[in-house]
C-alpha cells in the first residue's frame, strides 16, 4: 500500500518560515521523481518545485529564492523549505510521487498571514 504523509504545515506571519516534510512508503523512493504542489480555494493544484532521482531540482517561478526542495533517500522522505513566506503562497500543500505511476499525499494547509 502507497503512503505518501505530508506534515509541517501550519499557520504563519509573512516573512516567516516553515518546513513542510513528505515521508513515502510502499514505492521506490529512490528512483521517483518527488514534487510539492499547491491548490488554493477557486483554483487548480499547481507545481511549487520537485526533485528527480538524480537530484536535479524545477522550481515555479513565484517561489525561486525563497523556497528549497531536497530529498533523504536513506529516510523516504522529501522536504520543502519554505522562507520568506507570502500570504499569496496560502493553500494546501500536496506531496506526489511519479514513477510509473502518480501518487499524492493527503496534503497539509499552509496559511500565510499579513
Known amino acids: 500500500q502507497v503512503q505518501l504523509v505530508e506534515s509541517g504545515g501550519g499557520l504563519v506571519q509573512a516573512g516567516g518560515s516553515l518546513r513542510l516534510t513528505c515521508v513515502a512508503s510502499?514505492?521506490?523512493?529512490?528512483?521517483?521523481?518527488m514534487g510539492w504542489y499547491h491548490q488554493a480555494p477557486g483554483k487548480q493544484r499547481e507545481l511549487v518545485a520537485d526533485?528527480?532521482?538524480?537530484?536535479?531540482?524545477n522550481y515555479a517561478d513565484s517561489v525561486k529564492g525563497r523556497f528549497t526542495i531536497s530529498r533523504d533517500n536513506a529516510k523516504n522522505t522529501v522536504y520543502l523549505q519554505m522562507n520568506n513566506l507570502k500570504p499569496e503562497d496560502t493553500a494546501v500543500y500536496y506531496c506526489?510521487?511519479?514513477?510509473?505511476?502518480?501518487?499524492w499525499g493527503q496534503g497539509t494547509q499552509v496559511t500565510v498571514s499579513s
Open positions: 526533485i528527480t532521482s538524480g537530484g536535479d531540482t
Open positions: 506526489r510521487s511519479n514513477s510509473r505511476l502518480i501518487y
Open positions: 510502499g514505492i521506490r523512493f529512490s528512483i521517483n521523481t
